[in-house]
């Protein structure tokens, strides 16, 4: 199976909401080739119309790669259709076994089209806000390994972005936590994401240079999650708050 062919299958089982054995297994592919895989399944999703609105970084955190069992930072593309809007009613139908973390979003003020670094990214970014990200892998029992993970477009199902503010906080040190029905379920610190959340940027920048993309002024990153990653289930609110940033919330049905 090629990995146009194996892209197919993957975003067939998103679209099916039906999960699939581990690719990986089955077909043994580099993590290059996954990239390769990962590219192939969005340009299926931009066949259909869907717009690429940004990225996600994936295990930046030690707490996330503890619970995946996946030790290695990784990146994923986001588009317009993964998009929900605050406080939005979700069914959950539509995916195989969500599960939701609380992230910090940034917003791209200018393309970026080489490797940045730390100092420069006010040159770049222009606001940042607390976000949810949805995750729901396309394979069975949310296993696989870091080919697999990346082939799948790093699980990226969903997101949320709460209210913009401008970048004078300092968010190296601040609380970040996942409420579900106002109970705190996930506590963590933003300096368990790379020792400050804006190194995801720098990360990123490094990583799509080096793919040849360039990361447009509007799009949206996402730093990763600085801690474990919950299930969903029905009728439940679920809430990230980030101490200074605020709240962003989403309603399952
Ligand atoms: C992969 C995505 C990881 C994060 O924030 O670390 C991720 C997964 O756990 O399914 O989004």
């Known amino acids: 199976m090629n990995n146009e062919e194996i892209a197919k299958i993957l975003d067939q089982a998103a679209k099916d909401a ?40 994936g295990f930046t955190s030690r707490a996330k790669m503890e619970q995946m069992g996946v030790h290695d930072l990784i990146w994923g593309i986001l588009t317009d259709e993964m998009e929900l809007k605050p ?23 200018k393309d970026i ?20 990200e949805i995750i729901d892998s396309r394979y069975e ?18 997101y949320v972005v709460g209210d913009w503010l401008n970048l004078n906080t300092e968010i190296s040190d601040l609380d970040i936590d996942l409420r579900i029905n106002k109970e705190v379920v996930q506590s963590g610190k933003t300096s368990a994401i790379l020792n ?9 920048s490094r990583l799509a240079s080096k793919a040849g993309i360039i990361i447009q002024k509007g799009q949206v990153v996402l730093a990763g999650a600085a801690t474990a990653a919950v299930y969903l289930e029905n009728n439940q609110h679920i809430e990230a708050h980030v101490e200074d940033l ?5 309603q399952t049905k």
Not at 21 to 32: A, I, N, P
Not at 113 to 132: C, F, N, Q, R, W
Not at 196 to 204: D, F, K, M
């Open 18 to 57: 039906t999960a699939v054995g581990q690719m990986g297994e089955k077909h043994d592919f580099s993590l290059e080739d996954a990239y390769e895989i990962q590219r192939h399944s969005i340009n299926r999703r931009l066949d259909r119309g869907e717009k690429i609105t940004g990225f996600k970084l």
């Open 141 to 158: 029992n949310f296993k696989f390994s870091l080919e697999d993970v990346v082939a799948d477009n790093c699980s990226s199902t969903g």
């Open 196 to 204: 400050n959340p804006l190194q995801s940027l720098v990360e990123l």
């Open 246 to 250: 605020g709240n962003i919330s989403f």
């Open 113 to 132: 089209e080489e490797s940045i670094g730390l100092k420069e990214i006010h040159k770049y970014v222009d606001a940042m806000a607390p976000a949810l």
């Open 87 to 109: 406080q939005e009613e979700v069914n959950l139908d539509r995916w195989i076994h969500p599960r939701a973390e609380p992230e910090i979003a940034f917003r791209i003020s």
